[in-house]
Each structure stands twice: as structure tokens, then as C-alpha cells.
């Protein structure tokens, strides 16, 4: 439902007044509670689904049981058994992920009386709200308009009384800091509340039925007017996290709300505040009236008693019981792996629901159950049934065929050289880009064009995580593995300096290594192998040299086989999310010669066919860059897959061998060492 800012204005004044309920779903008045009655109520949540319904990846066509909202089915059912008083909640990036969210999208998009296959599931369990993270806004505001039955009123899109009333989910989606330019209204309703009737027990311990009032409002990162500038630019304002909250928390309290519940799609960032922060829910504790925060985006998971990052170990945070400045918190992983509950203690206090903070306990419930067995909850048939005929749908279209490739492009070692899954994708863009350049950019048909891509799957899901493209047939489900996000082509134009500012920021990936330490240094640092860029052309090459801080670890930059010129002109292929919001990469909107509509992989799709076959010598061996060589004086490690020493050795990487090909995670994963000296 859109607002507009008299009809928002007004229902706020009433609200404030004690009359009507602007964003509840109920004007009823609220009936007398009994003093010292008491209630349990339990918030659950899921978030970062990413269109993972069933247990099943698309890219390998085979079951994967770590992941599946059909296995956080049972989890919510088994939760709901427990906690009789309870709300479903969903905290967004929710309808982007896989094959079968991008078939829906771009391939076969839904009709408007179609719902979604991802609302389809939720919908056959029942959520009582939801709200929406970066992701939501990837296909488009006219896309996410119809399938969550919005009608938004936005520049670009027909008048509000022209849109087609849509299928959408049964539960309310909310979302307090993304607007409309047009008329400056909220996109979405900030808020909802919900007159959820629980069983209670009176002062005499007497059973009765009766009402909690709570509140349930969604916020979403700032950033996404950079991530997704193409849709968004000049069509919607974001607001800060803790303005937004600031702004409507007042209002849902004025309108009676007993509990307030943020379903912030983000992580926490204890550094410095301001309203552009991407994971701002450390400082959205702060914010008076708040009684829990619903996290996601960081694909991790909270409380957590043994995470060692400065974030966790922040003065305010406590990682254990799941508070962030005694306010509960909770992120319960990603791709339906877990779901957070907030188990609240409720007593009525001077005719008031009121929360008993030190009876409030937080947790994560997992689909896994036994890591060493690798055992994991059942699916709930239920979910399966309801997608069947998308799901169908969607393997159907990743099996068709693209081409042939003599080697196994794969990114289990993209970390430490290995090309395999990365050349292919920049050959793509560097054709595609040189080829728009010749026809439509003559001013630039003189300057080089290189290509830069990363390791997308780089384990962060655990050992199964990683682009893994066997020798022989390609299908489209192969190009998606290689390509995983449906980001589109942009070109940008650097100088020498410009590339190497680049290199530097991308080879942040990599901790500094002591090389007198005795002791294993891990390789990899907390920086996301997404953003670890390379180049794999011929013309140019540089070292890493891991012993430098950060900022000064690029040596040796030549292009052409001599030094880099700081002044030379480039242009570089690229995505739209680093074109657009490369800040730290040194890229401006200024760097930006075009803006392709054309999505990456289909980019990709479309080289494969012409290339037809796809050989190691011409796709999947050209390195631009290598390690410094030098001797440390005790292991530098890092963690790949497991029992996957001979995919490195194909590489050509000799200076790789195994620490133990289970690093006791029980995520698939072993660990290995690297001979920085080779």
C-alpha cells in the first residue's frame, strides 16, 4: 500500500491523538488487562532465503540438504510446538538468489496474477510479516511492485490508478527509510502492528485469552541507492537506518504498540554512525522504544559465543545472551540454515504489557543437527508441493546446453592463482565491451580494454560453495555458477594510477604476513572473495606482496612488459554494483562511459556460444598476477574445499599442499598450505 503525505500526516495527528490506527490492522479498543498477568511470546525469524526453497543447487542439478526453506519449515513448525505465543517474521532478501528467482525475474517472468514461488512457500506456512533487503530491489521497482502486490507511485511507472492490482504474499511487507521522490511518501507502510492473541495466565494462574500488541518495522541498507542505482536513481530517497527509526518508532508507540520489533536487514558496525552506514543495528539498539532487532544481510549468525571479531567483542555487545546495549538481537545465517528466536517474558504492569528483560533469552535454531554425521531436520513436504511445477520449470531451462570445455573451471584456488573460473568471464566482458566501444564510443576506440571479475563463490557457504564446472558440456546452469548475480555490464575509464588504487583496495582479501613468525598465519582475512577483483590478460601483470600493509601491496604493475604509466588511459569491463558504488576502489560516477542494460551472464551465455569450445590454453591459464615471493618461517594456510589438492595441482599452483583435509567445521572444508617462497 503506497501513502501519500496528507493521508500519512493526518492518520499520524489521529494516532497522536489516540484515535485511529494508521499502520495497525486493527482500530479496535483495546480491552482492560488483568495486573500481574504474565505471557510468553516468541519472535522468529528467518531472512537471507535467497529464493533457496527446496534443498536443491541449481548450479550442480543436485540435492544439497545444508540448504531449504522446505528444512526451515520444520524448524518453524518444531519452534511454534515450543512457543505456542508466536509471530513469523522475515527479514528480506528474500526473492533473489537462485536459478529459479531469476527465471521467474527475467527468463519467464510471472504474470501479474501469478504469485511468486518464494511467496507461494511462505504463504503454505503462514508469515505474519516481512520486510525487504538489498536484494528485493535488484530486478527493478516495476518488478518488485507486482510481485509484492504494491503499486508504487514512483516516475517510470504508470500512475497509481493505472496499476494492475497484483498477486503478492498474504502478509504484510514493511519498510520505513526507502521513499518516493515523487511525493516523498514511504514506498511501503513503515510499519504494521498486529493484535496477536496469546494464551495467559493471570495473577492466580488462571489460563485466559488475550492480546499483545506488537509492532513490526522494516528498514533496509542505505546503500542499495548505490548497489542499485540503475533502477533507483532519481526515483526514491533512502533514509538513515537510525533517522528512520527515530522518526516512526514514536508513532508505533503512540498507537499503542506493547512491543516494538525492528526487522533491520543488516549486520552491526561498531564504527562511527551516519545515515549512509550499511549495518547500522549497533546504533539502531540505541533508539528509545525498541524491544528487538531482527538482523540478516552478513550471512551470519547471532548470538554467537565464540566469534572473535572486534564487532562481537565491542563494549555493548554482548555475543552470548544476544544483546546489543541490552536490547535482543538475533541473525540466524542464510539460505534457510537456521531461524532466530526471541523468547520475550511478558507481565502486565499498571495495565501494560511489559517486557521482563532478564527472563528474555535469545537463540538460533539450525537445520543442522549433527555436524559430524552431517545429519540435518526433515523437509516439510508441503513447501515442495507448492513450487513444484517453478521448480521443474527452472532445471528445465539451466540444463539447456552453451558449449564444451576441455578443463574443469572451478574457483576452489581462485584465492591463491588459479584462472579457471575467472578467465572466461573477463574474456566476455572485455569482448563485449570492445565491441560497444568500436561501434558507439569512437572518442575512446584508441584506449585498452581490460576486464576484471572475482571469485564469487569463494567458501563462504563452506567446502560446496565454491564455482565447481566440470570438463565437458556447458549449460546455462554452468554460466550461472560462474556468473552469480544478475548484475549488468558497465564499462569505466581509469588511468595506470586508477588501476593499481584498484589492485590495492581488492588485494585486501589477504591478511599481512609475518614472515619470521613459527607459528600458521591464515591467508584470507575477513574482506569478501566478491570483491577480490583480478585481471587475467596478457598485457598486464603485478605481484601481490602479502608481508605490505594494506595500500602498498601491489609491485611490479607493467603493462605490455613495462611499468604502468600513472597517467595512461584504460578502460575497464565491469559490473554495475563496483562501477556504481566503488568508492573504495577509486571509482566515481564520473569514471562510468557506459551503462550497459545487457545482465553479465547472459553476456557470458552468449560468448560461450560463440567460442562454442572452450580450451585450457586460450580460456583458462593467462594469470596477471602472482605472491611475492618470499620465506616465511612458518606455515601460511587457508581453507578451500576438501580433497581437492589435485585441482590445484591441474592449475599449474605446485607450491600448494594439505594441512588436513577436514578442518573439523563440518562444513566440507580442509585446510592448506602455500609456499610463498615458490
Known sequence: MLFSRPALTAAIAAALA?????????????????????????????????????????????????????????????????????????????????????????????????????????????????????HEFNYGLPYLAQVTGTKFNVDGMPAVASQPSCAGPAFPLVLANVSSKKDGAPLYKPYTLINKKVSAKDKDGKTIETTVKVAVIGFTPPAILQWDKRWLEGKVDVQGVVEAATKYVPMARAEGADIVIAASHGGWDTGAYSPSMENANYYLAKVPGIDGILMGHSHSEFPNAVCSTAACNAAGVDKVKGTFHGVPAVMPSFWGKAIGVINYQLVVRNGKWTIDSGKTAVSLRKALTDATAKTYVPV??????????????????????????????????????????????????????????AANLPQYKDLPVLSVSAPFKSGFGGGTDFTDVKQGPIAINNAADLYLYPNTVYAVKVTGAGIKTWLEKAAERFNQIDPSLTTAQPLISTFPGYNFDMFTSADLSYEIDVTQAKGSRIKKLTYKGAPINASAEFIIATNNYRATSGTQFGLTADNIIHASPDANRDVLIDYIKARKNLTLAADGSTRSWRFTKVATAGPVTFVSGSNKLSVAQTAGLGNISVVSNDDGSGKGQGVYAIDLSR
Open 18 to 134: 489516540g484515535g485511529l490506527t494508521a499502520c495497525g490492522d486493527s482500530d479496535q479498543p483495546a480491552a482492560v488487562l488483568p495486573e500481574s498477568a504474565t505471557a510468553e511470546l516468541a519472535i522468529l525469524e528467518t531472512s537471507d532465503l535467497h529464493a533457496n526453497l527446496l534443498s536443491y543447487d541449481y548450479f550442480r542439478l543436485a540435492e544439497d540438504k545444508s540448504i531449504g526453506f522446505e528444512r526451515t519449515a520444520t524448524l518453524i513448525k518444531q519452534a511454534r510446538a515450543d512457543f505456542p505465543n508466536n509471530l513469523l517474521i522475515d527479514n528480506g532478501d528474500t526473492i533473489q538468489g537462485t536459478a529459479l528467482a531469476d527465471y521467474q525475474a527475467l527468463v519467464k517472468p510471472v504474470s501479474c496474477s501469478q504469485k511468486l514461488a518464494t511467496y507461494k512457500a511462505m504463504d503454505a506456512i503462514g508469515f505474519d510479516a516481512g520486510t525487504l533487503g538489498n
Open 380 to 437: 516439510d513436504p508441503a513447501i515442495a508441493a507448492v513450487v513444484k511445477t517453478e521448480h521443474e520449470a527452472a532445471i528445465d531451462y539451466v540444463k539447456t546446453p552453451i558449449g564444451q570445455s576441455d578443463f574443469a573451471l572451478s574457483s576452489y584456488f581462485a584465492d591463491v592463482g588459479d584462472v579457471t573460473a575467472i578467465q572466461v568471464v573477463n574474456a566476455a566482458q572485455a569482448d563485449y565491451v570492445a565491441k560497444y566501444v
